[in-house]
């Protein structure tokens, strides 16, 4: 059963932690993307990686962290220096840029 | 950066009716995809027409792109109350990675 998992589905942290969330995908595509969505918007890209062990930044990169080290998964951090990171997060894998992306379940954080 | 524009923010119809959903853009594209998303949910493709394409049809869904206009629209014939869902337009440049706009949300009302 071919997809692309997020976990966990809600994650409530306190101010200060640093939090990661996690992203697997079965579907042996090379890129693969995090997504930040707050309430009434669009998408605004974190980071993005369309190879094992590359990534670059996204239009809203600060206080994030991705690692790449598997073609399966790419993790982000949500550090402390983010200074809003209450939101809804996606992430979502492609065969490469420009064709369609599918989309993980989401993670909702809530800091407080 | 925000490429594709949704218009209108927000549409209420009658199950059964037609939705209509209009999307434009600004610099020049290679293709330009529908996506779909439940509430609380992760994003759904629903279809993707080239920029050689002008029209492209999906059971109820048809899309049309108009590169000279600079839009594209997406079309639901006969509406269901499980249509009711945000949709977003995404644009992709040459080489490069989609762009979303901020969506449209569609109620359904049975």
């Known amino acids: 059963d071919g997809g692309i998992t997020q976990s966990p589905k809600y994650l409530f942290r306190k101010e200060g932690q640093n939090v990661t969330l996690s992203c697997e995908q079965n579907l042996n595509h090379d890129a693969m993307y995090w997504y930040r969505q707050d309430p009434g918007q669009g998408l605004r890209l974190i980071y993005y990686s369309q190879i094992v062990n590359d990534f670059q930044k996204g239009d809203i990169a600060e206080g994030y962290s991705v690692s790449r080290e598997k073609k399966e998964s790419f993790p982000l951090t949500v550090t402390s220096a983010q200074k809003n990171p209450t939101a809804f997060y996606l992430c979502?894998?492609?065969?490469?840029?420009?064709?369609?992306?599918?989309f993980g379940p989401g993670t909702r954080l809530t800091v407080t | 950066s925000q490429q594709g524009e949704e218009d209108p923010q927000a549409l209420s119809i009658q199950e059964g009716e037609n939705a209509t959903m209009n999307c434009s853009y600004k610099?020049?594209?290679?293709?330009l995809q529908w996506y779909r998303q439940n509430s609380g949910r992760g994003l759904v493709h629903l279809i993707l027409?080239?920029?050689?394409?002008r029209e492209k049809h999906s059971g109820r869904l048809r899309v049309t792109l108009d590169t000279s206009k600079k839009s594209s629209s997406l079309l639901i014939t006969a509406s269901r109350a499980a249509d009711t869902a945000s949709y977003f337009c995404a644009t992709a440049e040459a080489n490069s990675k989609l762009t979303f706009g901020k969506g449209i949300t569609l109620s359904v009302r049975p």
């Open positions: 610099t020049s594209i290679n293709n």
């Open positions: 027409i080239r920029s050689n394409e």
């Open positions: 979502a894998s492609s065969f490469a840029h420009g064709y369609e992306q599918y």
